[in-house]
């Protein structure tokens, strides 16, 4: 099992931005399903720019397996990756209830330190 924030970076705002494809590329090479987890109160626990965590109780909700056999050998075919990272990450927000933001957060930040 691995654990990884399809974001790839910290939330700049609470909201969930579109996942990076990686997640769905090591699935389908591994041939495992990819399990949604939501980590709940991360940024009261550890602000942005927090280099030692709070003592703050943090939430975890686990979805229910999501299949991806379907896309089996299409590893490097960007539609394929792109379609099991936008379920997993609908099934994030909707175990977060975060909002979703359909835009690479790395370059939100980028954009908004100009």
Not at 46 to 71: D, K, N, W
Not at 85 to 103: F, K, N, P, W
């Amino acid at each position: 099992m691995l654990g990884i924030y399809p974001e790839g970076t910290r939330s700049p705002d609470g909201r969930l931005y579109r996942g990076k494809t990686g997640v769905a590329r090591m699935a389908i090479e591994a041939a495992v399903p990819i399990i949604p987890v939501a980590m709940i109160d991360t940024h009261i626990a550890q602000p942005i720019g927090q280099r030692v965590p709070s003592r703050h109780p943090i939430g975890v909700r686990i979805g229910e397996p999501l299949q991806i056999a379907a896309y089996a050998g299409r590893q490097d075919d960007r539609e394929a990756l792109r379609e099991p990272t936008d379920t997993v990450m609908q099934a994030i927000a909707a175990l977060s209830g975060q909002e979703y933001v359909d835009r690479d957060a790395a370059q939100y930040k980028h954009q908004a330190r100009a």
